[in-house]
């Protein structure tokens, strides 16, 4: 996708609790911090930024993204600190259609922020940048995302069997995917 065609820069969205910003080099110690906890990463395809120097490779690589029209992906910034705590992105952008994804801090787990930063990003992806679909691929064992998924009405589509394999384990997992329609979402 052409941001530039559709944005005047990165977008900064704020809700009551948070800061939806572009990642910047100084969140690579708080990116690798929460990323190296198991809990975190135990449902994604990687194990983190390990080490503090791959924390910066990344952030140069999803900002390189931006420019490059394939991930917007913002730091989720706690609204008194400025700290990440998480990141949220929309990518793989193919027509009017995207991936959806995120990750948060344990220490923020429960306190209703993945909420907001779904909420926000959701209606950026189709409010702002024309989206008719996005989609997100869940580990069969993520309970939890499927849960705050389905209350943003996401409708389960199926089970692609042994469709993610981990970077690092090489263990392939089942992935679901859920869709939500522009139609469908409410904010």
Not at 39 to 44: D, E, I, T
Not at 63 to 89: C, S
Not at 162 to 180: A, I, N, P, Q, R
């Amino acid at each position: 996708m052409d941001f530039a065609k559709v944005l005047k820069e990165f977008p900064v969205l704020e809700t009551d609790k948070i800061l939806l910003r572009k990642l910047r080099l100084e969140d690579a110690p708080a990116l690798e911090r929460y990323y190296s906890n198991e809990n975190v990463y135990r449902y994604l395809d990687w194990n983190g930024p390990e080490p503090l120097e791959r924390s910066f490779e990344i952030i140069n690589l999803w900002n390189k993204g931006y420019d490059e029209g394939w991930i917007i992906r913002f730091a989720i910034a706690d609204k008194v600190t400025d700290e990440i705590i998480g990141t949220i992105f929309l990518s793989e952008f193919e027509g009017k259609r995207a991936e959806f994804g995120y990750e948060l801090s344990e220490n923020y787990w429960r306190r209703g922020i993945m909420s907001e930063a779904i909420r926000e990003v959701l209606s950026f992806g189709f409010n702002q940048l024309g989206l008719v679909r996005i989609q997100a691929f869940v580990c069969a064992e993520n309970v939890a995302s499927k849960e705050i998924l389905k209350k943003f009405k996401f409708k389960e589509e199926g089970c692609l069997r042994k469709f993610e394999c981990h970077s690092v384990t090489g263990k392939c997992k089942d992935m679901w995917v859920y869709g939500l329609l522009n139609t469908e979402f409410q904010k």
